[in-house]
């Protein structure tokens, strides 16, 4: 079988990434981590976590990455994510910027980890890492300074991760993918900050009008085909626009 560990399953990218994977594929099983269910499928399991509770998740973790004995294919996706408040530093909650590297960081962090405790050993079994980072990871913008510095951190976390995974030899492949501009309530949050929180907003409201935004869909399919032909990635940190 296929294992699909997938956080953030419940809605926007996640959800249409498992629910593709499950469609397509009699062998695909998904395991998606998020706080709320919303996918009733028999190859489906639910773990429910907020990442937003650091002493949970770690309570709580081993429950999502069991012996999965008969895996042919096992892929971690970091999929949930959070913008958290849009504004500058310096006119923030203290709290905000916990709360964003909790989510975008820290568990994604955890998750690796003990994905690679797990299955790194694995013989006869193709094994691999898909972050999904962002394009805010290697450009600034304005009002998003912890999304940002959080995505730019998982896109170490995961250049570093590979560079020990080669020097084990494990096989592992390690990605941090930025997914494009899709259709979510991520989007609504950003369309929804004012000029002064977000100077560029503008934009994204025009990208909605405009129609510019991927479907949920349409940027799963992307990241399935990095899955299934990860020699498209132009490196560890790689965008949906290349392939
Ligand atoms: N949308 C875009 O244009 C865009 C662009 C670039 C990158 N991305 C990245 O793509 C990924 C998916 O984004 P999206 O647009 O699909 O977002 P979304 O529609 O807002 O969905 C976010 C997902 O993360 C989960 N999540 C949020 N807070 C959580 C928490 N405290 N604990 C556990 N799970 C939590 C949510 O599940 P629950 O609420 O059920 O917990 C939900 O399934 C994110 O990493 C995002 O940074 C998105």
Same mark, same amino acid.
């Given at each position: 079988?296929?294992?699909?560990?997938?956080?953030?399953?419940?809605?926007?990218?996640?959800?249409?990434?498992?629910?593709? &994977?499950?469609?397509?594929?009699?062998?695909?099983?998904? =395991? !998606?981590?998020?706080?709320? *269910?919303?996918?009733? /499928?028999?190859? +489906?399991?639910?773990?429910?976590?907020?990442?937003?509770?650091?002493?949970?998740?770690?309570?709580?973790?081993?429950?999502?990455?069991?012996?999965?004995?008969?895996?042919?294919?096992?892929? &971690?996706?970091?999929?949930?994510?959070?913008?958290?408040? =849009? !504004?500058?530093?310096?006119? *923030?909650?203290?709290? /905000?910027?916990? +709360?964003?590297?909790?989510?975008?960081?820290?568990?994604?962090?955890?998750?690796?980890?003990?994905?690679?405790?797990?299955?790194?050993?694995?013989?006869?079994?193709?094994?691999?890492?898909?972050?999904?980072?962002?394009?805010?990871?290697?450009?600034?913008?304005?009002?998003?300074?912890?999304?940002?510095?959080?995505?730019?951190?998982?896109?170490?976390?995961?250049?570093?991760?590979?560079?020990?995974?080669?020097?084990?030899?494990?096989?592992?492949?390690?990605?941090?993918?930025?997914?494009?501009?899709?259709?979510?309530?991520?989007?609504?949050?950003?369309?929804?900050?004012?000029?002064?929180?977000?100077?560029?907003?503008?934009?994204?409201?025009?990208?909605?009008?405009?129609?510019?935004?991927?479907?949920?869909?349409?940027?799963?399919?992307?990241?399935?085909?990095?899955?299934?032909?990860?020699?498209?990635?132009?490196?560890?940190?790689?965008?949906?626009?290349?392939?």
């Amino acid at each position: 079988m296929n294992h699909y560990i997938i956080t953030g399953a419940s809605r926007g990218l996640g959800k249409a990434l498992a629910e593709a &994977l499950l469609e397509e594929d009699e062998q695909n099983c998904v =395991i !998606g981590v998020s706080r709320h *269910s919303t996918i009733t /499928h028999e190859r +489906y399991r639910h773990q429910p976590l907020d990442f937003s509770d650091i002493a949970g998740v770690e309570h709580n973790l081993h429950k999502v990455f069991g012996p999965l004995e008969d895996a042919q294919k096992l892929v &971690l996706v970091n999929n949930a994510g959070v913008m958290g408040e =849009i !504004g500058y530093i310096g006119n *923030s909650q203290n709290e /905000h910027y916990e +709360y964003v590297f909790d989510v975008n960081v820290i568990v994604p962090a955890m998750f690796m980890n003990l994905f690679l405790q797990s299955y790194q050993h694995r013989q006869n079994c193709q094994k691999m890492i898909v972050n999904i980072s962002s394009g805010a990871g290697q450009k600034p913008k304005d009002g998003w300074a912890a999304y940002c510095a959080s995505k730019a951190a998982l896109d170490m976390l995961s250049q570093t991760a590979q560079l020990e995974q080669e020097k084990l030899g494990t096989g592992v492949q390690v990605f941090s993918v930025a997914p494009g501009i899709i259709d979510t309530e991520m989007q609504e949050q950003i369309r929804e900050a004012s000029v002064e929180q977000f100077s560029s907003v503008q934009q994204f409201r025009d990208y909605k009008t405009q129609g510019a935004l991927a479907s949920p869909e349409e940027a799963a399919q992307k990241i399935i085909r990095l899955m299934k032909e990860p020699q498209i990635a132009r490196g560890v940190v790689c965008s949906v626009r290349d392939f």
